[in-house]
């Protein structure tokens, strides 16, 4: 347990669905990230969120849009997405600040768009 | 733009060998390097971190070192067992093309060890 959770861990979609993934962190973080992990590709950094300001958007489509309310909480609101968004979702967090630190990631949710 | 690789992509290794998995990245202007664990399926588990001004970081069987100024860095686990197999990411935190602080992944390494 690395004090990250997500949540779900599998989801299916259609293409015309709207769904969310949350990530949770209980280490007292400040910065919170989304990752994307295809098959036979480095991680990708998605999104950042340190203290709760959007410092990041690696040139991701706008069918992604990510949601901080607070610190400990991270959503992934996902809608109209394609089957090559298929991939393992990561959340990770870290101390934030200047310099982010050691993250930690949560166990994934391994997303499938048909 | 800061690009992370690791050589090799995959290692299969008899129980019992010291091994040693490589990391190399183009810009020198890193903050950290962390190395990761990911078992499959699974999230990360963070293994070690080298902050810039570090060498090396040891934590039980596994060694890590860092030459920034070369862009290199290895991961040395001593003694390996069948549960050290994993896919190994090393990941190194800077600030590229204005884009603030960003962690660069390399694409890992499988390694398996067989009993």
């Known amino acids: 347990e690395t004090g990250v959770t997500q949540t779900p861990r599998h989801l299916v979609m259609g293409m015309t669905n709207k769904k969310s993934l949350k990530c949770e962190q209980h280490?007292?973080?400040?910065?919170m990230y989304w990752y994307k992990q295809s098959a036979k590709k480095p991680l990708e950094l998605m999104f950042v969120?340190?203290?709760?300001?959007?410092?990041e958007n690696n040139s991701v489509p706008s069918r992604f849009s990510p949601e901080c309310p607070n610190s400990s909480h991270l959503f992934l609101h996902l809608h109209t997405l394609q089957p090559e968004d298929s991939a393992l979702y990561l959340c990770?967090?870290?101390?934030?600040?200047?310099?982010?630190?050691?993250?930690?990631f949560g166990p994934g949710t391994r997303l499938t768009v048909t | 733009k800061q690009e992370v690789t690791q050589i090799p992509a995959a290692l299969s290794v008899p129980e019992g060998e010291n091994l040693v998995l490589n990391c190399s990245f183009t810009?020198?202007?890193?903050?950290?390097l962390q190395w990761f664990r990911q078992d499959p399926g699974k999230g990360l588990t963070s293994l070690l971190l080298?902050?810039?001004?570090?060498r090396e970081q040891t934590s039980g069987r596994l060694n890590a070192s860092l030459d920034k100024s070369s862009g290199r860095s290895t991961l040395y686990i001593a003694a390996s067992q069948p549960g050290d197999s994993a896919t190994y990411l090393c990941?190194?935190?800077?600030?590229?093309?204005?884009?603030?602080?960003?962690?660069?992944f390399g694409g890992g390494t499988r390694l398996m060890v067989k009993p």
């Open positions: 990770a967090s870290s101390q934030g600040g200047v310099q982010t630190g050691e993250q930690y």
């Open positions: 280490l007292g973080h400040n910065a």
């Open positions: 969120y340190n203290f709760k300001e959007q410092t």
């Open positions: 810009d020198s202007a890193i903050y950290n």
């Open positions: 080298i902050q810039s001004s570090q």
């Open positions: 990941a190194v935190e800077g600030v590229w093309d204005n884009a603030g602080n960003m962690l660069t």
